[in-house]
């Protein structure tokens, strides 16, 4: 795909990396540490859950708020990683 790309562009491959990278903005996250941190906790938490469930401890619970947490999170990092 990246030859075709390049070839469309009259570019040979490496004129099309060197091009699309000066055009692309690199953001370099800091300090995310303590977000992954408690990202994978919640991850623990969320798989000790999913087992307990799995083995009938609950029958009926509502994780609505675990589940939002958890997206909050994700989006946390998707703007951190991608500078917004």
């Known amino acids: 795909m990246i030859q075709k790309k ?3 562009a009259q570019l040979s491959v490496t004129d099309f990396f ?3 990278s000066l055009r692309t ?3 370099v996250a800091e300090n ?3 977000l992954l941190i408690e990202l994978k906790r919640i991850d623990n938490n969320i798989n000790q859950i999913t087992m307990k469930i ?3 401890a609950f029958h ?3 994780f609505s708020d675990v589940i939002q947490g958890q997206r909050m999170l994700y ?3 998707l703007r951190i990683a ?3």
Do not use: F, M, W, Y
């Open 25 to 27: 903005e690199i953001h």
């Open 6 to 8: 390049a070839k469309k």
């Open 60 to 62: 009926s619970a509502d």
């Open 82 to 84: 991608g500078g917004r």
């Open 54 to 56: 799995n083995a009938g």
């Open 32 to 34: 995310i540490k303590p």
């Open 75 to 77: 989006e946390q990092l």
């Open 18 to 20: 060197v091009a699309t």
